[in-house]
């Protein structure tokens, strides 16, 4: 059974940082892109970046956010600093196949942000 647990949220005010992390379980997720979303109140998910053949970032995030992959541990991280009110969400980890939809998604971890 495949299970993606994310851990690191937490209450943090504005400019500080926090450094999440997603733990893959019952697959080996060295060939697939992984990625991490977000979702604030009243608003759809969105993407927040993701490493596979390359690394990619939402506007809105480059610079402060840093996605990186640990494929000892399967695991993949995202520091975030200098965090903004905006951040607050709900963050999940997600992974796909090459060219594939995201199909394995975690259960999410609640980020908030003070100002």
């Known amino acids: 059974q495949v299970q993606l647990v994310e851990s690191g949220g937490g209450l943090v005010q504005a400019g500080g940082s926090l450094r999440l992390s997603c733990v893959a379980s019952g697959r080996t997720f060295s060939r697939y892109t992984m990625g991490w979303f977000r979702q604030a109140p009243g608003k759809e998910r969105e993407f927040v970046a993701s490493?596979?053949?390359?690394?990619s970032y939402a506007d809105s995030v480059k610079g402060r956010f840093t996605i990186s992959r640990d494929y000892i541990k399967n695991t993949v991280h995202l520091q975030m600093s200098s965090l903004k009110p905006e951040d607050t969400a709900i963050y999940y980890c997600?992974?796909?196949?090459?060219?594939?939809?995201?199909?394995?998604w975690g259960q999410g971890t609640q980020v908030t942000v003070s100002s």
């Open positions: 490493s596979g053949t390359s690394t």
């Open positions: 997600a992974g796909r196949r090459t060219g594939g939809r995201y199909e394995y």
